[in-house]
């Protein structure tokens, strides 16, 4: 997969699958693409904008912005930018909150499966409720409309009567899926069930017919996507502004 299709992914995988409650869309400013989120999550309603940087320079993004006038939540993630452009982001205001790793896999030969352990899928308002209340990270990660989605995949794990680990997957369009809250309880990490997690995961993309998967990872989490074979394709710098994390 080329680089800017798998960026492609990753902004149509970030804005999700429009509905009455995600509102979220994409926008370009003069070729800067922005990504606007208006949707619930944790039962609230969020909004947050996120300038994705290929190809602009710092001043050029800072007065696009400036135009635009993005949320108080917001964030500027540069793509393969160098490092010399990160001095003027800080005078402007903006902090280094994270790099991430654009990933991607082909789901040619997708990994045999791990017996260890039973990987679930939420189909029913009962099972949403109940994962919400016992999500490991504490968090209402389905509604019923996302429920609902037939694009939208929620898989878990459970072990000793928990919530140990569990995913999301959009379908972003019938060759491609797009991973997201991969999220492991941290009494249970290092034990192989975020690897199963997602072996179950590249499965069933696999047997619906697509063709890759994508996704970001933490500097944490690359090892394991590495060993799963994806691939990297870009590096994501992202930056935050100073007072959002006051």
Known sequence: MQ???ALEIFMNGEIGIASAENRSNRQQLNGLNILHSDDVWNQQRQIADEA???THSPAEVLALLAAYQPSTDHRITLVDRPASEHATYHAAGYRHSSSEVLLARSLNDVPAFEPRYSIAQATTIAEMEW?????PAKRAWITATRLHEPRLRHSFILLDAEVVARVRVCQVDPAHSYVTNLYTAP???RRGI????????LQQAAALGEHWSVLVASEAGLPLYQKLGYQPQAILTVFEPVASSA
């Open 3 to 5: 680089r800017k299709h």
């Open 194 to 201: 975020a690897q199963a997690l997602m072996i179950a995961v």
């Open 131 to 135: 994962l919400n209340t016992h999500d």
């Open 52 to 54: 994705i940087v290929q």
């Open 187 to 189: 009494n249970y990490r």
